[in-house]
Protein backbone atom coordinates (compact mmCIF):
# COMPACT_ATOMS: atom_id res chain seq x y z
CA UNK A 1 0.00 0.00 0.00
CA UNK A 2 1.20 3.34 -0.78
CA UNK A 3 3.32 4.96 2.03
CA UNK A 4 0.52 8.52 1.87
CA UNK A 5 -2.53 6.36 2.78
CA UNK A 6 -0.99 4.81 5.56
CA UNK A 7 0.54 8.40 6.79
CA UNK A 8 -3.17 9.42 6.18
CA UNK A 9 -4.47 6.89 8.17
CA UNK A 10 -2.00 7.47 11.17
CA UNK A 11 -2.53 11.15 11.18
CA UNK A 12 -6.54 10.64 11.42
CA UNK A 13 -6.36 8.05 13.85
CA UNK A 14 -4.09 10.17 16.14
CA UNK A 15 -6.45 13.17 15.85
CA UNK A 16 -9.09 11.00 17.08
CA UNK A 17 -7.31 9.48 19.86
CA UNK A 18 -6.47 13.21 20.43
CA UNK A 19 -10.11 14.24 21.07
CA UNK A 20 -10.74 11.30 23.13
CA UNK A 21 -8.19 12.30 25.58
CA UNK A 22 -9.12 15.74 25.64
CA UNK A 23 -12.67 14.67 26.52
CA UNK A 24 -11.48 12.19 29.15
CA UNK A 25 -9.68 14.78 31.23
CA UNK A 26 -12.36 16.97 30.97
CA UNK A 27 -14.29 14.83 32.75
CA UNK A 28 -12.26 14.12 35.12
CA UNK A 29 -9.50 11.31 35.58
CA UNK A 30 -9.39 7.63 37.09
CA UNK A 31 -5.47 7.10 37.77
CA UNK A 32 -3.54 3.50 38.15
CA UNK A 33 -0.03 2.75 38.44
CA UNK A 34 1.66 -0.19 36.77
CA UNK A 35 4.05 -2.44 38.68
CA UNK A 36 3.35 -0.13 41.65
CA UNK A 37 5.40 3.02 40.62
CA UNK A 38 4.07 4.09 36.96
CA UNK A 39 1.14 6.58 36.70
CA UNK A 40 -1.13 4.91 34.19
CA UNK A 41 -5.12 6.34 33.58
CA UNK A 42 -8.24 5.70 31.85
CA UNK A 43 -7.34 7.44 28.99
CA UNK A 44 -4.04 5.90 28.06
CA UNK A 45 -5.93 2.19 28.11
CA UNK A 46 -8.99 3.93 25.83
CA UNK A 47 -6.67 5.32 23.44
CA UNK A 48 -4.58 2.40 23.03
CA UNK A 49 -7.77 0.63 22.26
CA UNK A 50 -9.50 3.19 19.91
CA UNK A 51 -6.06 3.10 18.08
CA UNK A 52 -5.08 -0.89 18.11
CA UNK A 53 -8.79 -1.40 16.78
CA UNK A 54 -8.85 1.35 14.46
CA UNK A 55 -5.25 -0.81 12.89
CA UNK A 56 -6.86 -4.09 13.54
CA UNK A 57 -9.88 -2.89 11.19
CA UNK A 58 -7.99 -1.70 8.06
CA UNK A 59 -4.98 -3.69 8.37
CA UNK A 60 -6.35 -7.05 9.52
CA UNK A 61 -2.37 -9.15 8.81
CA UNK A 62 -0.10 -5.93 10.53
CA UNK A 63 1.24 -6.48 14.32
CA UNK A 64 1.00 -3.58 16.59
CA UNK A 65 3.67 -2.73 19.73
CA UNK A 66 1.83 -0.33 21.91
CA UNK A 67 2.45 0.56 25.27
CA UNK A 68 -0.17 -0.31 27.34
CA UNK A 69 -2.16 -3.35 25.12
CA UNK A 70 0.40 -4.92 23.79
CA UNK A 71 3.96 -4.15 25.05
CA UNK A 72 5.59 -7.33 24.13
CA UNK A 73 9.39 -6.03 22.90
CA UNK A 74 9.84 -9.14 20.92
CA UNK A 75 8.02 -7.34 18.07
CA UNK A 76 10.79 -4.59 17.81
CA UNK A 77 13.05 -7.48 16.11
CA UNK A 78 10.40 -9.50 13.72
CA UNK A 79 11.00 -8.06 10.40
CA UNK A 80 8.56 -10.31 8.54
CA UNK A 81 5.13 -8.10 8.79
CA UNK A 82 4.42 -4.78 9.00
CA UNK A 83 4.67 -3.11 12.43
CA UNK A 84 2.86 -0.24 14.22
CA UNK A 85 4.30 1.37 17.09
CA UNK A 86 1.82 3.58 19.70
CA UNK A 87 2.26 5.50 22.61
CA UNK A 88 -1.33 6.33 23.17
CA UNK A 89 -0.02 9.06 25.85
CA UNK A 90 3.31 10.15 25.69
CA UNK A 91 3.31 12.29 28.67
CA UNK A 92 1.14 10.84 31.12
CA UNK A 93 2.27 12.47 34.25
CA UNK A 94 1.52 15.97 32.69
CA UNK A 95 -2.03 14.84 31.32
CA UNK A 96 -2.65 13.61 35.00
CA UNK A 97 -1.32 16.95 36.57
CA UNK A 98 -3.52 19.15 33.94
CA UNK A 99 0.01 20.04 32.24
CA UNK A 100 -0.80 20.59 28.22
CA UNK A 101 2.93 18.70 27.13
CA UNK A 102 1.37 15.43 26.37
CA UNK A 103 1.16 13.74 22.61
CA UNK A 104 -0.43 10.62 21.04
CA UNK A 105 3.02 8.90 19.07
CA UNK A 106 2.15 6.24 15.97
CA UNK A 107 5.11 5.03 14.44
CA UNK A 108 5.01 2.86 10.94
CA UNK A 109 7.65 0.42 9.95
CA UNK A 110 8.75 -1.87 7.12
CA UNK A 111 11.35 -4.85 7.98
CA UNK A 112 12.26 -2.62 11.47
CA UNK A 113 12.54 0.57 9.38
CA UNK A 114 10.26 3.18 10.20
CA UNK A 115 8.30 4.82 7.40
CA UNK A 116 5.90 6.92 8.39
CA UNK A 117 5.28 8.61 11.76
CA UNK A 118 3.12 11.18 13.42
CA UNK A 119 3.46 12.90 16.57
CA UNK A 120 -0.09 14.53 17.57
CA UNK A 121 -0.08 17.21 20.58
CA UNK A 122 -3.97 17.49 21.05
CA UNK A 123 -3.62 20.56 23.93
CA UNK A 124 -1.14 21.98 22.19
CA UNK A 125 -2.75 21.61 18.83
CA UNK A 126 0.41 21.12 17.47
CA UNK A 127 0.49 17.92 14.66
CA UNK A 128 4.08 16.82 13.96
CA UNK A 129 4.82 14.49 11.00
CA UNK A 130 7.04 12.73 8.39
CA UNK A 131 7.24 10.14 5.93
CA UNK A 132 10.73 8.81 4.51
CA UNK A 133 12.15 10.73 2.29
CA UNK A 134 9.66 13.38 2.05
CA UNK A 135 10.61 16.06 4.70
CA UNK A 136 8.79 17.00 8.34
CA UNK A 137 6.36 19.19 9.28
CA UNK A 138 4.43 21.01 12.36
CA UNK A 139 0.91 21.45 10.89
CA UNK A 140 1.40 21.87 7.34
CA UNK A 141 4.71 24.13 7.46
CA UNK A 142 7.73 22.52 7.09
CA UNK A 143 10.35 22.11 10.06
CA UNK A 144 13.73 22.19 10.56
CA UNK A 145 16.79 22.07 13.44
CA UNK A 146 18.31 25.10 14.75
CA UNK A 147 21.72 25.66 13.47
CA UNK A 148 23.46 25.67 16.92
CA UNK A 149 27.20 24.56 16.65
CA UNK A 150 28.51 25.88 20.17
CA UNK A 151 27.75 23.16 22.78
CA UNK A 152 27.87 26.23 24.85
CA UNK A 153 24.98 27.76 23.92
CA UNK A 154 22.45 25.04 23.24
CA UNK A 155 19.71 24.02 25.18
CA UNK A 156 19.28 20.52 25.65
CA UNK A 157 16.62 18.20 26.62
CA UNK A 158 16.52 14.95 28.62
CA UNK A 159 14.35 13.33 31.09
CA UNK A 160 14.27 10.76 33.83
CA UNK A 161 13.37 6.75 34.58
CA UNK A 162 10.21 5.94 36.59
CA UNK A 163 12.67 3.36 38.99
CA UNK A 164 15.01 4.53 40.91
CA UNK A 165 17.50 2.74 41.46
CA UNK A 166 19.48 3.47 38.39
CA UNK A 167 20.16 7.12 39.05
CA UNK A 168 23.50 7.31 39.80
CA UNK A 169 24.79 7.60 35.62
CA UNK A 170 22.03 9.69 34.57
CA UNK A 171 23.08 11.96 37.21
CA UNK A 172 26.79 11.82 36.30
CA UNK A 173 25.94 12.68 32.62
CA UNK A 174 23.46 15.36 33.95
CA UNK A 175 26.35 17.01 35.92
CA UNK A 176 28.51 16.76 32.72
CA UNK A 177 25.66 18.60 30.45
CA UNK A 178 24.72 21.21 32.94
CA UNK A 179 28.48 22.44 33.40
CA UNK A 180 29.22 22.10 29.53
CA UNK A 181 25.29 23.36 27.81
CA UNK A 182 23.48 26.72 28.38
CA UNK A 183 20.88 24.90 30.20
CA UNK A 184 18.24 21.63 30.67
CA UNK A 185 15.00 21.13 29.89
CA UNK A 186 13.17 18.14 31.85
CA UNK A 187 9.60 18.69 29.34
CA UNK A 188 7.84 15.44 29.94
CA UNK A 189 7.54 13.68 26.71
CA UNK A 190 10.09 12.15 25.07
CA UNK A 191 8.36 12.03 21.84
CA UNK A 192 7.94 15.87 21.57
CA UNK A 193 11.25 16.70 23.11
CA UNK A 194 12.74 14.75 19.71
CA UNK A 195 9.82 17.39 17.69
CA UNK A 196 10.76 20.30 19.53
CA UNK A 197 14.81 19.61 18.57
CA UNK A 198 13.61 18.71 14.61
CA UNK A 199 11.55 22.53 14.96
CA UNK A 200 14.41 24.35 16.38
CA UNK A 201 12.84 24.70 19.96
CA UNK A 202 15.75 22.64 21.66
CA UNK A 203 18.79 22.25 20.16
CA UNK A 204 19.77 18.56 21.45
CA UNK A 205 18.13 15.40 23.23
CA UNK A 206 19.32 12.22 24.60
CA UNK A 207 17.45 9.67 27.46
CA UNK A 208 17.01 5.97 27.36
CA UNK A 209 13.32 5.44 26.48
CA UNK A 210 10.90 2.44 24.81
CA UNK A 211 10.43 2.51 21.28
CA UNK A 212 6.84 3.72 21.30
CA UNK A 213 8.29 6.63 22.93
CA UNK A 214 10.61 8.18 19.88
CA UNK A 215 9.28 5.73 16.83
CA UNK A 216 7.78 8.25 15.36
CA UNK A 217 9.43 11.62 16.66
CA UNK A 218 12.84 10.37 15.24
CA UNK A 219 11.91 9.92 11.77
CA UNK A 220 10.32 13.41 11.99
CA UNK A 221 13.63 14.53 13.74
CA UNK A 222 15.84 12.76 10.87
CA UNK A 223 13.78 14.14 7.76
CA UNK A 224 13.73 17.29 9.51
CA UNK A 225 17.54 17.49 9.08
CA UNK A 226 18.90 16.71 11.94
CA UNK A 227 21.07 13.72 13.46
CA UNK A 228 19.76 10.38 15.62
CA UNK A 229 22.14 7.48 16.63
CA UNK A 230 23.35 6.41 19.93
CA UNK A 231 25.84 7.13 22.88
CA UNK A 232 26.71 3.43 23.59
CA UNK A 233 26.48 0.68 20.79
CA UNK A 234 23.20 -0.95 19.16
CA UNK A 235 23.23 -4.74 19.49
CA UNK A 236 24.10 -6.57 16.31
CA UNK A 237 20.80 -7.05 14.21
CA UNK A 238 18.86 -5.00 16.58
CA UNK A 239 16.55 -2.20 14.00
CA UNK A 240 18.11 0.58 14.80
CA UNK A 241 15.22 3.08 14.39
CA UNK A 242 13.45 0.93 17.30
CA UNK A 243 16.15 0.76 20.05
CA UNK A 244 15.95 2.78 22.62
CA UNK A 245 18.77 2.79 24.80
CA UNK A 246 21.50 5.49 25.18
CA UNK A 247 19.29 7.88 22.23
CA UNK A 248 21.01 11.21 21.02
CA UNK A 249 18.99 13.14 18.73
CA UNK A 250 20.15 16.48 17.82
CA UNK A 251 21.14 19.63 15.32
CA UNK A 252 23.73 18.61 13.12
CA UNK A 253 26.67 20.59 14.45
CA UNK A 254 26.32 19.45 18.11
CA UNK A 255 25.74 16.08 17.70
CA UNK A 256 29.87 14.86 17.84
CA UNK A 257 30.22 17.16 20.65
CA UNK A 258 27.15 15.93 22.55
CA UNK A 259 28.24 12.55 21.82
CA UNK A 260 32.05 12.59 23.40
CA UNK A 261 30.52 14.22 26.34
CA UNK A 262 28.14 11.94 27.44
CA UNK A 263 30.93 9.30 26.34
CA UNK A 264 33.75 11.35 28.13
C1 LIG B 1 7.53 9.03 29.37
C2 LIG B 1 7.86 10.38 28.77
C3 LIG B 1 9.01 11.01 29.50
C4 LIG B 1 10.22 10.12 29.53
C5 LIG B 1 9.87 8.77 30.12
C6 LIG B 1 8.73 8.13 29.33
P1 LIG B 1 4.99 8.15 29.25
O1 LIG B 1 6.48 8.41 28.64
O2 LIG B 1 8.19 10.25 27.41
O3 LIG B 1 9.40 12.23 28.91
O4 LIG B 1 11.22 10.73 30.30
O5 LIG B 1 11.00 7.94 30.06
O6 LIG B 1 8.40 6.88 29.88
O7 LIG B 1 5.14 7.21 30.40
O8 LIG B 1 4.46 9.46 29.65
O9 LIG B 1 4.30 7.54 28.08
CA1 LIG C 1 5.92 7.40 26.52
CA1 LIG D 1 2.54 6.41 27.43
Request: proline letters at 5%; charged letters at 25%.
Amino acid sequence: MNINTIAEFALATAREAGELIIRERAQGLEHDYKDGQELVTQADLKADRLIGDAIRARFPDHRILSEEAMPDLRQAQELEQPLWIIDPIDGTVNYAYGHDQVAISIAYAEKGRVQTGVVHAPFQQETFRASRGQGAFLNDSAIAPTGCTNLRQSLVATGFPYRKDQLAPIIRRLDKVLHHCRDIRRNGSAALDICWVAAGRLDTYYESVSPWDFAAARLIALEAGAMAGHFSDVPEGYPEDLWGQDILISTPGLYQGMRALLTS
